[in-house]
């Protein structure tokens, strides 16, 4: 019996840290977003760097960002295979 409530307090708190470490992980999303809006606004300058470099520049952090969003995600809410 108290196995069984060890198993409950231990799965409460797994589902506890995963939800802080989800919130952390979109904050950190958010937070790249929001340095990477500050910088274009105040330090791009359209005479030093071409069109074409911004945008794999931009392209290139959204979709680091985006994978590492989607990593920690991943990695926090595994999928459970058919034998667990």
């Known amino acids: 019996n108290s ?7 231990d799965r409460k708190t ?3 840290l995963r939800i802080i470490y989800a919130v952390i992980a979109l904050l950190f999303a958010i937070a ?3 340095y990477w809006m500050r910088f274009v606004i105040f330090y ?5 760097h071409s069109d074409a470099v911004f945008g794999i520049i ?8 985006v994978a590492a969003f989607i990593s920690i995600t991943k990695g926090l809410f595994p999928i459970l ?3 667990e």
């Open 81 to 83: 295979s058919k034998n």
């Open 14 to 16: 797994n589902r506890n």
């Open 44 to 48: 791009y300058d359209p005479e030093k």
């Open 58 to 65: 931009t392209s290139a952090c959204t979709i680091n960002i």
């Open 32 to 34: 790249s977003t929001v």
């Open 3 to 9: 196995l069984e409530e060890q198993d409950v307090s």
